[in-house]
């Protein structure tokens, strides 16, 4: 299997990564400046207010949206880290266990482990981490351990003895990471002398600053991808500016001085998001429709918390049987499906709506394929077995913005519904807004405001209605087209005068 990464930086604005295993796009990520990043930042901040009922307190980070801070996300007095939040509800008085925690006002150090989605704010933890090449720095916790995704148990047992040999300080807590693997104590102690010393760094900058402040800023896109993703099955590392070159080549010089050769510069004139054809894919990306190879398709639907997913066999066969067809369109979607949830970054509740398949041994070998394919995301799954409908349902990590909310905005026509009122419509609405106000006695005049389509429709459509509404209320009605920028389809003014010209409230 041949692996490439692909770092576009030429664009200051956005920073984007590709990897591609065998010239297929498998994962992209992407960062917009003007979105900023704010997950694995540290921020002093001050608790806002607190509420028991749910269990959380909201803290001002210095953010547009103040932070959310969950009571399981809470270090107490002692150090120890707080039952889960599953564990305690319930329990007579536990919604008031948050306020011996936390008071407003008080001043406290937090770590964004989530972005902030929709009109939430950002999640906050106070436990802090600091993630090296092959370690995570835990500062207030005393837990030590390998990544569970290292499931050799001869390796898990070797890195385990090496943290007992690597000593940690007191009352700090370490995690070996998945780049761990095969790693010497040597190369392990060196990565935890370096976040010893950026711990104390942070702590330094804790006692100097504003509140509320920034104390540690993530690194950018292509360190934190090159420092948390790269493994020796990526072959080549192609960069596009000169910047971006020697960033790599110096991060993977004192990371992986083997490995810094790897690193290339592109040259061509053809830009290589274009050479490639990632910019096609990042185009299908977007689509809610992907067609698959053998006929059939899957339609993603994307709400602020869940995702649905929807298997179509498309056109079917005459004489193929219905179960086979099915099975290898099931088959075929759950491969695609994951890969689709990777380089979408899709978050939350995911469901999933297969083709119904009458054997069991079907249904359990699309359930294996499916559960295999989500091995190589990154984030944390949580998947249930297949129902009695057909229905898959999994979890998945929300850590930033989906790929969606990054490269789009809602439209301004629909507000983001995907409907947009006909102008038959709109005029309808404006003719019965004028008949509830006619009977008063103050209005004199009505002036309608509205975009170009529906006031010309008033105008001709409606001519004589209004002028016989004229006639019989004494009153005068003015149907405008709208001249003002930035206005949109479907937004409607509609202004009140008395006999003196004054304004009418209605």
């Given at each position: 299997?041949?692996?490439?990464?692909?770092?576009?930086?030429?664009?200051?604005?956005?920073?984007?990564?590709?990897?591609?295993?065998?010239?297929?796009?498998?994962?992209?990520?992407?960062?917009?400046?003007?979105?900023?990043?704010?997950?694995?930042?540290?921020?002093?901040?001050?608790?806002?207010?607190?509420?028991?009922?749910l269990?959380?307190?909201?803290?001002?980070?210095?953010?547009?949206?103040n932070?959310?801070?969950?009571?399981?996300?809470?270090?107490?007095?002692?150090?120890?880290?707080?039952?889960?939040?599953?564990?305690?509800?319930?329990?007579?008085?536990?919604?008031?266990?948050?306020?011996?925690?936390?008071?407003?006002?008080?001043?406290?150090?937090?770590?964004?482990?989530?972005?902030?989605?929709?009109?939430?704010g950002?999640?906050?933890?106070?436990?802090?981490?600091?993630?090296?090449?092959?370690?995570?720095?835990?500062?207030?916790?005393?837990?030590?351990?390998?990544?569970?995704?290292?499931?050799?148990?001869?390796?898990?047992?070797?890195?385990?003895?090496?943290?007992?040999?690597l000593?940690?300080?007191s009352?700090?807590?370490?995690?070996?990471?998945?780049?761990?693997?095969?790693?010497?104590?040597?190369?392990?102690?060196?990565d935890?002398?370096?976040?010893?010393?950026?711990?104390?760094?942070?702590e330094?900058?804790?006692?100097?600053?504003?509140?509320?402040?920034?104390?540690?800023?993530?690194?950018?896109?292509?360190?934190?991808?090159i420092?948390?993703?790269?493994?020796?099955?990526?072959?080549?590392?192609?960069?596009?500016?000169?910047?971006?070159?020697?960033?790599?080549?110096?991060?993977?010089?004192?990371?992986?001085?083997?490995?810094?050769?790897?690193?290339?510069l592109?040259?061509?004139?053809?830009?290589?998001?274009?050479?490639?054809?990632?910019?096609?894919?990042?185009?299908?990306i977007?689509?809610?429709?992907?067609?698959?190879?053998?006929?059939?398709?899957?339609?993603?639907?994307?709400?602020?918390?869940?995702?649905a997913?929807?298997?179509?066999?498309?056109?079917?066969?005459?004489?193929?049987?219905?179960?086979?067809?099915?099975?290898?369109?099931?088959?075929?979607?759950?491969?695609?499906?994951?890969?689709?949830?990777?380089?979408?970054?899709?978050?939350?509740?995911?469901?999933?709506?297969?083709?119904?398949m009458?054997?069991?041994?079907?249904?359990?070998?699309?359930?294996?394929?499916?559960?295999?394919?989500?091995?190589?995301?990154?984030?944390?799954?949580?998947?249930?077995?297949?129902?009695?409908?057909?229905?898959?349902?999994?979890?998945?990590?929300?850590?930033?913005?989906?790929?969606?909310?990054?490269?789009?905005?809602?439209?301004?026509?629909?507000?983001?519904?995907?409907?947009?009122?006909?102008?038959?419509?709109?005029?309808?609405?404006?003719?019965?807004?004028?008949?509830?106000?006619?009977?008063n006695?103050?209005l004199?005049?009505?002036?309608?405001?509205?975009?170009?389509?529906?006031?010309?429709?008033?105008?001709?459509?409606?001519?004589?209605?209004?002028?016989?509404?004229?006639?019989?209320?004494?009153?005068?009605?003015?149907?405008?087209s709208?001249?003002?920028?930035?206005?949109?389809?479907?937004?409607?003014?509609?202004?009140?005068?008395?006999?003196?010209?004054?304004?009418?409230?209605?």
């Open positions: 299997m041949s692996k490439k990464m692909l770092i576009n930086a030429i664009e200051p604005e956005e920073s984007r990564i590709a990897i591609l295993e065998d010239s297929v796009l498998e994962e992209l990520y992407i960062e917009r400046m003007s979105k900023g990043q704010a997950v694995g930042n540290i921020y002093m901040g001050r608790v806002s207010n607190v509420e028991p009922s269990e959380a307190a909201f803290v001002d980070v210095g953010l547009k949206r932070g959310f801070l969950h009571i399981s996300e809470v270090m107490d007095t002692t150090g120890e880290k707080e039952e889960k939040a599953e564990k305690t509800r319930g329990r007579r008085g536990e919604q008031k266990r948050i306020l011996t925690l936390l008071k407003p006002g008080q001043e406290l150090l937090v770590q964004v482990i989530r972005e902030g989605v929709g009109e939430k950002p999640s906050l933890t106070s436990y802090i981490s600091l993630p090296g090449r092959y370690l995570v720095l835990m500062p207030y916790t005393t837990r030590h351990g390998v990544s569970r995704k290292i499931l050799d148990e001869e390796e898990r047992l070797r890195l385990k003895h090496i943290i007992k040999e000593k940690p300080p009352g700090m807590g370490l995690i070996i990471r998945t780049a761990g693997i095969g790693q010497t104590k040597r190369e392990l102690s060196k935890l002398s370096y976040l010893l010393r950026l711990w104390k760094a942070v330094e900058r804790t006692t100097n600053s504003l509140v509320p402040s920034l104390i540690y800023q993530e690194s950018d896109l292509v360190i934190r991808t420092r948390d993703i790269f493994s020796s099955d990526i072959k080549e590392i192609i960069v596009d500016t000169q910047d971006a070159y020697e960033k790599t080549r110096d991060f993977l010089k004192q990371i992986l001085p083997k490995h810094e050769k790897i690193v290339r592109h040259r061509a004139r053809v830009p290589i998001f274009h050479k490639y054809r990632i910019e096609e894919e990042i185009e299908k977007n689509n809610k429709k992907i067609p698959l190879k053998q006929g059939g398709s899957i339609v993603i639907e994307q709400t602020e918390a869940l995702v997913v929807d298997v179509n066999s498309g056109r079917f066969k005459k004489g193929a049987d219905p179960e086979e067809t099915a099975f290898k369109t099931n088959m075929e979607a759950s491969k695609e499906i994951t890969r689709q949830i990777r380089l979408r970054d899709l978050g939350g509740v995911i469901i999933i709506d297969f083709i119904d009458l054997q069991e041994g079907h249904k359990r070998a699309v359930e294996r394929t499916f559960t295999d394919g989500l091995k190589r995301d990154r984030a944390r799954t949580k998947t249930l077995k297949t129902s009695k409908f057909g229905i898959i349902e999994l979890t998945r990590q929300r850590i930033k913005h989906s790929l969606r909310d990054v490269v789009h905005e809602r439209c301004p026509e629909c507000r983001g519904t995907g409907l947009a009122k006909t102008v038959e419509s709109l005029s309808l609405r404006i003719m019965r807004d004028i008949r509830s106000v006619l009977d006695n103050q004199k005049t009505i002036e309608v405001e509205a975009d170009e389509p529906v006031a010309q429709f008033l105008q001709n459509q409606k001519r004589k209605q209004i002028s016989e509404l004229e006639d019989h209320y004494n009153k005068t009605i003015i149907i405008k709208a001249s003002e920028n930035g206005w949109r389809t479907g937004d409607i003014r509609i202004k009140y005068f008395s006999l003196d010209r004054s304004p009418v409230n209605l």
